[in-house]
């Protein structure tokens, strides 16, 4: 069984920073994709961003240039700088990694969420 570990999380100002960190661990072969997605109240959860094993990235327009993800594959561990953070990013931060277990099957695991709420 995987599990994914979120921390960081928390209250900050309008133009502040947080840096999201989420942790896999459990009987893992191999791990590709990590990303991190969110849900504001009311609304669907939308991807916010994804990192390859290879260290390729991708965002969601709406926040290119501000927030960055990254990963240590020796710790299994991804993260996501948030820098001029606005009242809209507030929301439930999720990390997902695609992650090959020890059975040899790929499966999508979540962790369970960390609140991220910006003040104006």
């Known amino acids: 069984q995987v599990q994914l570990v979120e921390s960081g999380g928390g209250l900050v100002q309008a133009g502040g920073s947080l840096r999201l960190s989420c942790a896999a661990s459990g009987n893992i072969a191999s791990i590709y994709d990590m990303g991190w997605s969110r849900q504001a109240p009311g609304k669907q959860r939308e991807l916010v961003a994804v990192?390859?094993?290879?260290?390729?990235?991708n965002y969601a327009d709406s926040v290119k240039g501000r927030f960055t993800i990254s990963r240590d594959n020796a710790k299994k561990t991804v993260y996501l700088q948030m820098n001029n953070l606005k009242p809209e990013d507030t929301g439930v931060y999720y990390c997902?990694?695609?992650?090959?277990?020890?059975?040899?099957?790929?499966?999508?695991?979540w962790g369970q969420g960390t609140q991220v709420t910006v003040s104006s």
């Open positions: 990192i390859t094993s290879g260290g390729s990235t």
């Open positions: 997902n990694a695609d992650v090959v277990g020890g059975d040899g099957r790929l499966r999508k695991s």
